[in-house]
C-alpha cells in the first residue's frame, strides 16, 4: 500500500482469510454490541413505561429516517463510493472539497425540513400517536434531523478510507454508548418515557460533532495540493439515484412501522420493533462481510478487475451464509424464551419472528446487491428496483395489515415479500451487468455464467 497516497492495492484486498476475518470480526462485535445496547434500550422502555412508549421511540426514529434520506441528498453512498475509490492524494483532494459541499448542502435541507416538522410535530403526533400532547417526540426527531444527515455523510467517509472499526463506531454503537450514561441519569431524575429520545438526542450531536472532526483528519493532504470538488450537478448526478435507492431500502422498516401505526396501533408497533431488533442478530456477520467489502467493490470496479471483484463477492456471501445459519437455528429455538424475557404476552408473536428470521436468511443468501448495483454504476437501475419493491411492500402491507387485519403476521410477511421481490429482481440486474450471481445457497448447485 501506497501509504501517502492512501492507494488500496491487491495486498490490502486479501481473500476473506487472517486479516480480512479479524476484521469482519471487529466489525461483527462491534454491530452485536449495538444491538445488544438497542435491545436493552428497548426493555428498559417496555419495562418502565410499556409498549406504547416503545412505539413511541419507534415513531422519533421513523421521522429521523425519512428526514436524513430527504435531507442526505444520497450523499452517504456517493461520498463511500469516492472514497473508497481514491487512489493518490489529488483524488482524497477533491473528495474533501466534495465532502465539504456536501455537509453545506445536506445541512441547509435539514435545517429546511426540521423547521417543516416543528411546525407541524402537534398534528402528526396526533395522527400516529392519537395524541397531540405527544408532540414532544416529533420536536426531538426535528432536532436530531441535521446532526445526524452530517453524522450519516461523515461516518461513510471514514468507511471509505478503510478505517472500518471507527466506523462502526460512529455509525452503529457510538450513540448508544454516549446515550447510555444520560439516559440512566434522566430515569434517575424521573425524566419519564421521553427520556430514552433525549439521551439518543444528545448523542447524535455529540457524534455528529467528533465525526466531522476525526473526518477531517482523515481527508488531510500534504501542503499544496488544493483538490476540486466536484461540480453540484454531477455530484447531484450521483448521488441522487443512491439517495432514492439506500433511502428507501433504509427506511423500508420505518414505512412498516408509519402503516402499523395507523391500523394496530403504538403498543403492537413496539412488540414489532422488539421482533425486528431480535431478529436482526442473525443477519450480523452478512453485516459485517458487506461493510468491509463495499469500498473494495467500488476500487475493484474501477480498476476493471472483474474477477477479483467476482471472487470476492460470492466468497464473502458463503462463508456469511455458512455462519449466520447457527445462529438462525439459536434464535429460532431460544426465540419463546427470549421473547417471554420482555413480556409474557410477546410469545404469541413467535411465528412472525420467525418469519423475520427466514426473511434474514434469505437477505444474506442473495449477497450484497445494493452495493454491487451502486457501486458499480448501476444506481438508477437500483433506485427502480427499490421503488418498484417498496410500492410493493406497501401494497402488502396495506392488505395483509390494513384490510385482512393480520396484524404483526401480516407485517412480518409483507417484510418477506418485499426482500424476496427485490432480491430476485437484483440478481437478475447484477447477472447481466457484471456476469456472475453472488447469491449462495446451501447445497444447492448451479452454473454461474462468467463474461
Not at 481514491?86 to 483524488?91: K, P
Not at 468491509?292 to 476500487?299: G, N
Request: glycine share 6%.
Amino acid at each position: 500500500m501506497d501509504r501517502a497516497a492512501g492507494h488500496i492495492d491487491e495486498e490490502v484486498i486479501p481473500p476473506l482469510h487472517s486479516k480480512t476475518v479479524k476484521t469482519v470480526l471487529n466489525i461483527f462485535l462491534l454491530k452485536c454490541f449495538s444491538l445488544f445496547l438497542t435491545t436493552a434500550l428497548y426493555w428498559v422502555i417496555e419495562h418502565f413505561f410499556g409498549a406504547e412508549a416503545v412505539g413511541a421511540f419507534g415513531f422519533y426514529f421513523s421521522v429521523i429516517s425519512i428526514g436524513v434520506l430527504l435531507a442526505s441528498f444520497g450523499f452517504g453512498n456517493a461520498v463511500l463510493k469516492l472514497s473508497g475509490a481514491a487512489s493518490n492524494e489529488y483524488e482524497l483532494a477533491d473528495v474533501s472539497q466534495t465532502y465539504r459541499i456536501m455537509l453545506r448542502m445536506a445541512a441547509s435541507a435539514a435545517a429546511a425540513l426540521s423547521l417543516l416538522i416543528l411546525v407541524s410535530a402537534e398534528q402528526m403526533a396526533k395522527v400516529f400517536l392519537n395524541d397531540a400532547n405527544q408532540a414532544s417526540v416529533f420536536y426531538c426527531a426535528a432536532i436530531a434531523i441535521l446532526p445526524f444527515s452530517l453524522l450519516e455523510i461523515s461516518s461513510e467517509v471514514i468507511r471509505g478510507r478503510g478505517k472500518t472499526n471507527l466506523y462502526m463506531i460512529f455509525k452503529e454503537a457510538g450513540i448508544w454508548v454516549v446515550a447510555a450514561p444520560i439516559l440512566f441519569f434522566l430515569l434517575s431524575a424521573h425524566y419519564g418515557y421521553m427520556s430514552p429520545i433525549f439521551a439518543h438526542l444528545i448523542g447524535v450531536v455529540i457524534l455528529s460533532v467528533l465525526g466531522i472532526l476525526v473526518t477531517q483528519e482523515l481527508l488531510k493532504t500534504k501542503e499544496g495540493i488544493a483538490g476540486t470538488a466536484l461540480k453540484i450537478k454531477s455530484l447531484l448526478k450521483l448521488s441522487f439515484p443512491m439517495q432514492m435507492s439506500k433511502g428507501l431500502n433504509w427506511s423500508s422498516l420505518w414505512i412498516d412501522i408509519l402503516i402499523m401505526g395507523v391500523f394496530v396501533g403504538p403498543d403492537l408497533v413496539g412488540v414489532y420493533l422488539v421482533l425486528n431488533r431480535v431478529a436482526a442478530f442473525a443477519q450480523q456477520i452478512s453485516y459485517s462481510i458487506n461493510v468491509y467489502v463495499a469500498p473494495r467493490i467500488a476500487y475493484h470496479y474501477q480498476q476493471k478487475r472483474m474477477q477479483h471483484l467476482s471472487q470476492l463477492t460470492r466468497d464473502s456471501v458463503r462463508y456469511g451464509v455458512w455462519i449466520v445459519i447457527p445462529f438462525i437455528l439459536f434464535l429460532a429455538m431460544a426465540g419463546k424464551p427470549i421473547l417471554i424475557f420482555f413480556d409474557q404476552d410477546f410469545v404469541i408473536h413467535y411465528l412472525p419472528f420467525i418469519i423475520l428470521l427466514l426473511a434474514n436468511f434469505l437477505d444474506t443468501s442473495c449477497g450484497p446487491v445494493g452495493y454491487l448495483l451502486n457501486m458499480t454504476g448501476k444506481e438508477q437501475s437500483s433506485v427502480h428496483i427499490m421503488v418498484t419493491t417498496t410500492l410493493v411492500r406497501i401494497i402488502f402491507l396495506l392488505l395483509l395489515v390494513g384490510y385482512m387485519q393480520m396484524g404483526l403476521l401480516g407485517a412480518a410477511l409483507a417484510h418477506l415479500g418485499f426482500v424476496l421481490v427485490w432480491n430476485v429482481i437484483s440478481l437478475v440486474v447484477i447477472q447481466k451487468h457484471l456476469g456472475f450471481i453472488p447469491a449462495y445457497i446451501p447445497f444447492w448447485k448451479y452454473r454461474l455464467q462468467q463474461k
